[in-house]
């Protein structure tokens, strides 16, 4: 059974930063493709950023240059920094799973992962 679990949200001020983790069990952790996930209030969840097995990478427009998203299989996890947090950042963000690697020249969307986390809240105060 794959459990995708997430940790490290929490509350911030704006201009801080905070590291998120995720950690996918089930099968061999280098054969998933990660991604993050966001869902603000009274929003739909929205794609913030992608890694492929090979650890290449995909932004949101909205995240390109503040976010950073990495990889250690060794420890299989995943990681999401965020830097130069705002307010609109502020969201329950999802880790997601995905047993087919992704393919970056497009938009992604919820359907290209398998498996989610349940969550963690980000809250950035201005």
């Known amino acids: 059974q794959v459990q995708v679990v997430e940790s490290g949200g929490g509350l911030v001020q704006a201009g801080g930063s905070l590291r998120l983790s995720c950690t996918a069990s089930?099968?061999?952790?280098?054969?998933?493709?990660m991604g993050w996930f966001r869902q603000a209030p009274g929003k739909e969840r929205e794609f913030a950023v992608a890694?492929?097995?090979?650890?290449?990478?995909k932004y949101a427009n909205s995240v390109r240059g503040r976010f950073t998203i990495s990889r250690d299989n060794t420890k299989n996890t995943v990681y999401l920094h965020m830097n130069s947090l705002k307010p609109e950042d502020t969201a329950v963000y999802y880790c997601?799973?995905?047993?087919?690697?992704?393919?970056?020249?497009?938009?992604?969307?919820?359907?290209?992962?398998?498996?989610w986390g349940q969550g963690t809240q980000v809250t950035v105060s201005s």
């Open positions: 997601a799973a995905g047993l087919n690697d992704i393919d970056l020249m497009r938009d992604l969307t919820e359907r290209d992962y398998n498996y």
């Open positions: 089930g099968r061999t952790f280098s054969s998933y493709a």
């Open positions: 890694i492929r097995r090979s650890g290449i990478t």
